[in-house]
């Protein structure tokens, strides 16, 4: 498989001048779901944000095989950890969010994440008119989730996406990312859940330490061909690997 | 959401229900103290001055306030966007702050005349530092997580002030908005105190002067009725638009 972007020595420093993240080498793949696991605290946060442009390398580089620059940040849709919904705005409002932000003006942004809804998540599209400040934290994390997958972008960067969604939702939506890379767009899943890796990624990187380094991969066969026991072991496996890495 | 208003109304009528009796329990002569009756009385034969007055008074505290509110929200989101402005303005506001806004008025008169455009700017000065500080304290406190999605999708600066910044900031706003609404009455009436040629402020001296105590305390309940009609105006919008969900609930 082709690789979209990799990663070569890269290194962030927090705010203190102490490195984040350290040395960290990766390559992402086209058409694949990429799942990095990691402790609190162990820099998942500090890699996803660097991928998408927005915390600069202080050693080593991101490199688009496109030749672009991230820093132009057109080459990714990234969702970060979220919190509060934003009030002002109707559900169909926060969808269509992230597709403003690119570029697209009110009305084609508004239409957009409407369709977008009506194709992925069509529960959510009944409560279109609700105000942010009714919904709740994992309707919130669903709308922009669409609406940052409805941005055209080869790359997907999502930050602890599905924290806050309930069961059955969680499922329909990893069933969703896989679908993305079926397409051939590119997943980055930053994730602390070893079940969930082990159910939707082709491959697992464990990140761990202070400053976080890439401490384990895993590479197992691909995720329609593991059962229920397979995706067992290899979350027990993760979760092991991370237990260790503390 | 109506009944804070109501409330407001009913304590008004009970501070003069009681300003009244007191009046007549105490037999106090009109000249010492007026009752409300009596000001009331005042305030309709006198209605073709007064009235008048107080639409010059009015409009001055009206178009200072909605300057203020225009100035303060460019200033607060300036200070609140960019480093070099904030640096540069900031030690200039509390200067200005401890400046009396009502010494400068005199100078004011003497550069723009008795119109009421010095009153306008003398308003400006006093309600436009609540706002500014509003504004600026708004737009920092908008979401971090949601700053990060719009920088990530490659939105603009411009483009994050106008989708998150801007509209977090307007519950602040209207807030500052809310505590400049109570200075700008007092500021439009010192103003005129300084030199004019209209407003209630200058009947207030005129009346002074002659004794007319009665008189005197009809402009003072206009000048109350003004300052708290400007008060629940913004106070309205306020309510009405945090019950539209368009601003969240504080």
Known sequence: MT?????????????????????????????EVLAILGVNGSGKTTLVRALAGLARPSSG??????????????????LPQLSRPVAWRDATGNAALPLEASGLD?????????????????????????????LSGGERQRLLLTGVLALARPIILLDEPLSAVDAVERR????RLRGFASTGRSVVLVTHEPTEAARVADRILVLAGRPGQVAAER??????????????????????????AR | MRSPFIRTVLAIAALLGLWEAACAALALQP??????????????????????????????ATLGLATALVVGTALGVLIAVARPARAALEPLLVVSQTVPVIALAPLLVTWLGFGIEPK????????????????????????AAVDELLRGAGASRLRRLRLVELPA???????????????????????????????????????????RTTTTFACVLLLAALGLALWAAVSALDAALTRRGLIAER
């Open chain 1, 61 to 78: 580089a991101i490199v688009l095989e496109d030749g672009t620059d991230p820093a132009a940040r057109r080459h990714a849709a990234y």
């Open chain 1, 3 to 31: 690789s979209v972007l990799r990663t070569e020595g890269l290194t962030v420093l927090g705010a203190d001048g102490a490195p984040i993240i350290e040395s960290v080498d990766l390559t992402l793949r086209r058409g």
């Open chain 2, 169 to 211: 900031a307007v519950p602040a706003l209207l807030s500052g908005a809310r505590v400049s609404s109570l200075l700008v009455v007092p500021g439009a009436v010192a103003a005129e105190l300084v030199g004019s040629t209209d407003g209630l402020g200058r009947l207030l001296l005129i009346y002074d002067r002659d004794g």
């Open chain 1, 219 to 244: 590479l197992p066969p691909p995720p329609d061909r593991r059962d229920a026991e397979f995706q067992g072991l290899l979350a027990d496996d993760l979760l092991s690997l991370l237990a260790g």
């Open chain 1, 106 to 134: 009110r009305r084609t942004a508004r239409r957009v994440a409407r369709q977008a809804l009506l194709a992925s998540d069509p529960a959510l599209l009944r409560r279109g008119g609700r105000r942010g400040a009714t």
């Open chain 2, 31 to 60: 000249s010492t103290l007026p009752a409300p009756s009596d000001a009331w009385s005042a305030l309709i034969d006198a209605q073709e001055v007064l009235l008048p007055a107080l639409a010059t008074t009015a409009l001055e």
């Open chain 1, 172 to 175: 329909a939506a990893q069933d």
């Open chain 2, 120 to 143: 306008i700017i003398v308003v400006t000065l006093i309600a436009v530092f609540p706002v500014i500080v509003a504004v600026a304290t708004g737009v920092r406190q908008a979401d």
